[in-house]
Nanobody
Framework: QVQLVESGGGLVQAGGSLRLSCATS????????MSWYRQAPGTERELVAR????????NYADSVKGRFTISRDNAKNTVYLQMNSLKPEDTAVYVC????????????WGQGTQVTVSS
């Protein structure tokens, strides 16, 4: 069975840090692009960060660039999101995503972990 399980969320004060983890199983992790999305009440779901399967290149939303870092450990089938200098605007449910484009398109989603940043 396919599993994506996020952990590491919680309550932090503005300016603090959190490290999210997404542990996966049931698919060939190293062949999938991995991403973190977030969604806050009353907002659309936003792509926060993505790391490619091919060369490990990364992309970030402008709102988190310079503060967040996505990384992956293919040996552990795990993707991470290091979040520094957190702001109240970062408050959201953070969800892990896996996507394969070739040889066929497949997408998997985790259940999400809550991040709350207080001022």
């Amino acid at each position: 069975q396919v599993q994506l399980v996020e952990s590491g969320g919680g309550l932090v004060q503005a300016g603090g840090s959190l490290r999210l983890s997404c542990a996966t199983s049931g698919f060939t992790f190293s062949t999938y692009d991995m991403s973190w999305y977030r969604q806050a009440p009353g907002t659309e779901r936003e792509l926060v960060a993505r790391i490619r399967s091919t060369d490990g290149s990364t992309n970030y939303a402008d709102s988190v660039k310079g503060r967040f870092t996505i990384s992956r450990d293919n040996a552990k089938n795990t993707v991470y999101l290091q979040m520094n200098s957190l702001k109240p605007e970062d408050t959201a449910v953070y969800v892990c995503n896996a996507r394969r484009y070739w040889p066929g398109n497949l997408v998997y989603w985790g259940q999400g972990t809550q991040v709350t940043v207080s001022s």
